[in-house]
T-cell receptor
């Protein structure tokens, strides 16, 4: 257990529905990252926050995806109008501000869109 | 185009032998490179980081090398054990802000 938690761990939804995932990083970690991972592939970067500021977004993050980190603590990732291609593991990671090279990953949320 | 490749999808070795995993990249210039372990259904766990000015890094039974001329990192596990069976991922630092991961190599250590 790295200290990063994600909720829910599993989500099954129907195409077209909206889903929201939550990530609670290690407290006092300034950086928070979201990744998406499909079977047999490594994690793909989606976005990251430095405190409450969203500093970078991948082009993978279409306008159906939005992430927030109010008050620089927990973060949410919302997917609107889900598509079957959104089925994946969504991983959150955090790192301390002074030593951001080491990321601590949560257990992930596995999303299945039917 | 930019690419990260890891030597093979799967690697089987006998217990007690040394496992060597390869990470090759093109069109990146990372200041450092990391290796992670991932077990099925779980998030990656950080193992080692090596910087561009370091040739080799060790931690217990693990050793990583980094050759910026060849654009390659090698990850070694000596005296391998069945408990070392997992997927191993390399990750490159990109633009000082985030990371790009390779596809991973699934290692199986056979008793």
């Amino acid at each position: 257990d790295t200290g990063v938690s994600q909720d829910p761990r599993h989500k099954i939804t129907k195409r077209g529905q909206n889903v929201t995932f939550r990530c609670d990083p290690i407290s006092e970690h300034n950086r928070l990252y979201w990744y998406r991972q499909t079977l047999g592939q490594g994690p793909e970067f989606l976005t990251y926050f430095q405190n409450e500021a969203q500093l970078e977004k991948s082009r993978l993050l279409s306008d159906r995806f939005s992430a927030e980190r109010p008050k620089g603590s927990f973060s949410t990732l919302e997917i609107q109008r889900t598509e079957q291609g959104d089925s994946a593991m969504y991983l959150c990671a955090s790192s301390p501000g002074q030593s951001w090279e080491t990321q601590y990953f949560g257990p992930g949320t596995r999303l299945l869109v039917l | 185009s930019q690419k990260i490749e890891q030597n093979s999808e799967a690697l089987n070795i006998q217990e007690g032998k040394t496992a060597t995993l390869t990470c090759n990249y093109t069109n990146y210039s990372p200041a450092y490179l990391q290796w992670y372990r991932q077990d099925p259904g779980r998030g990656p766990v950080f193992l080692l980081l090596i910087r561009e000015n370091e040739k080799e890094k060790r931690k217990e039974r693990l050793k990583v090398t980094f050759d910026t001329t060849l654009k390659q990192s090698l990850f070694h596990i000596t005296a391998s054990q069945p408990a070392d069976s997992a997927t191993y991922l390399c990750a490159l630092e990109v633009y000082g802000q985030n990371f790009v991961f390779g596809p991973g190599t699934r290692l199986s250590v056979l008793p």
